[in-house]
């Protein structure tokens, strides 16, 4: 089992910056990935960043990339999402997940495990 806690939601007015946190305990050596994924209110999960620990490699979606930056601290076992130049249409519930293996890292039922979410609102 993997137990995932997310940090750092809030309240921001548009324009404005917040930092994600998401730390992970319990079989964190079975992780390959990480990914931060968001939903709002009547809308599907849609997959924001994720991140490969052993190689650091990047993916992100269309509404995070140039904005969203993703990064993985291994020896804290932790994941960050640094989100800039925030707008009204990024508030959401943002949850981080594990997944085992190398799957589509980019689709939220590949994940084995996630957190139990952390709400972004943006004001305008």
């Known amino acids: 089992q993997v137990q995932l806690v997310e940090s750092g939601g809030g309240l921001v007015q548009a324009g404005g910056s917040l930092r994600l946190s998401c730390v992970a305990s319990?079989?964190?050596?079975?992780?390959?990935?990480m990914g931060w994924f968001r939903q709002a209110p009547g809308s599907e999960r849609e997959f924001v960043a994720a991140?490969?620990?052993?190689?650091?490699?990047?993916r992100y979606g269309d509404s995070a990339k140039g904005r969203f930056t993703i990064s993985a601290d291994n020896a804290k076992n932790t994941v960050y999402l640094q989100m800039n130049s925030l707008k009204p249409e990024d508030t959401a519930v943002y949850y981080c997940?594990?997944?085992?293996?190398?799957?589509?890292?980019?689709?939220?039922?590949?994940?084995?495990?996630w957190g139990q979410g952390t709400r972004v609102t943006v004001s305008s």
């Open positions: 997940a594990s997944v085992r293996s190398a799957s589509n890292i980019r689709v939220p039922n590949e994940y084995n495990y």
């Open positions: 319990g079989r964190t050596f079975n992780s390959f990935a």
């Open positions: 991140v490969i620990w052993r190689t650091g490699t990047t």
